[in-house]
T-cell receptor, first 111, second 116 residues
Framework: AQSVTQPDIHITVSEGASLELRCNYS??????LFWYVQSPGQGLQLLLK??????LVQGIKGFEAEFKRSQSSFNLRKPSVHWSDAAEYFC?????????FGAGTTVTVRA | DAGVIQSPRHEVTEMGQEVTLRCKPI?????LFWYRQTMMRGLELLIY????????DSGMPEDRFSAKMPNASFSTLKIQPSEPRDSAVYFC??????????????FGEGSWLTVV
């Protein structure tokens, strides 16, 4: 069965520093992959998605993610973190109609 | 454009009471989902509708939970009777599914339910 693993439960990063969140998937075919962000008390906002084509995808809020088939990974990156990026981030894989989510990574931004 | 609209945003109710959560999907979308988020289980799919028809309700926890989609612009998730372990955030989501669009799923802001 397809699944998503986010190895890091919690990451703390300084404002202005770079951020990378890891995501590994298990899926037989070419996956449809997503990153969502959830700010405290808020819903899930789509950051970016990968369906096919260019393996480096750009999203909103300055985020990007790279699909690496050889490593079964879809890591999320941001070159310079802002305090407003403090949130929980979820990687997800789509199988037919169903989104399977990772457990999430909580990002704390320190001044 | 309006996104997925859910109501109520927050609800506190007593054990045994009926709870009804409401959802208006994005106009033109043909698929609707109800997800539940808890600390213990994370995000899990409760039920999936396509063209107003329930396709997969295998995630519905038990008979106390029911969901309906009487038309393309409205869905409800009902819990009767409610129990403290139902306390969670309930998300409604929608998408337009075809093999070209990639089935991007958009989520509402969630309904934060507390059963005391």
């Amino acid at each position: 069965a397809q699944s998503v693993t986010q190895p890091d439960i919690h990451i703390t990063v300084s404002e202005g520093a770079s951020l990378e969140l890891r995501c590994n998937y298990s899926y037989g075919a070419t996956p449809y992959l997503f990153w969502y962000v959830q700010s405290p008390g808020q819903g899930l906002q789509l950051l970016l998605k990968y369906f096919s084509g260019d393996t480096l995808v750009q999203g909103i809020k300055g985020f990007e993610a790279e699909f690496k088939r050889s490593q079964s990974s879809f890591n999320l990156r941001k070159p310079s973190v802002h305090w407003s990026d403090a949130a929980e981030y979820f990687c997800a894989v789509l199988n037919d109609y169903k989104l399977s989510f990772g457990a999430g990574t909580t990002v704390t931004v320190r001044a | 454009d309006a996104g997925v609209i859910q109501s109520p945003r927050h609800e506190v109710t007593e054990m045994g009471q009926e709870v009804t959560l409401r959802c208006k999907p994005i106009s033109g979308h043909n698929s609707l989902f109800w997800y539940r988020q808890t600390m213990m289980r994370g995000l899990e799919l409760l039920i999936y509708f396509n063209n107003n028809v329930p396709i997969d309700d295998s995630g519905m926890p038990e008979d106390r939970f029911s969901a309906k989609m009487p038309n393309a612009s409205f869905s409800t998730l009902k819990i009767q009777p409610s129990e403290p372990r139902d306390s969670a955030v309930y998300f409604c989501a929608s998408s337009f599914q075809d093999r070209f669009s990639g089935n991007t799923i958009y989520f509402g802001e969630g309904s934060w339910l507390t059963v005391v």
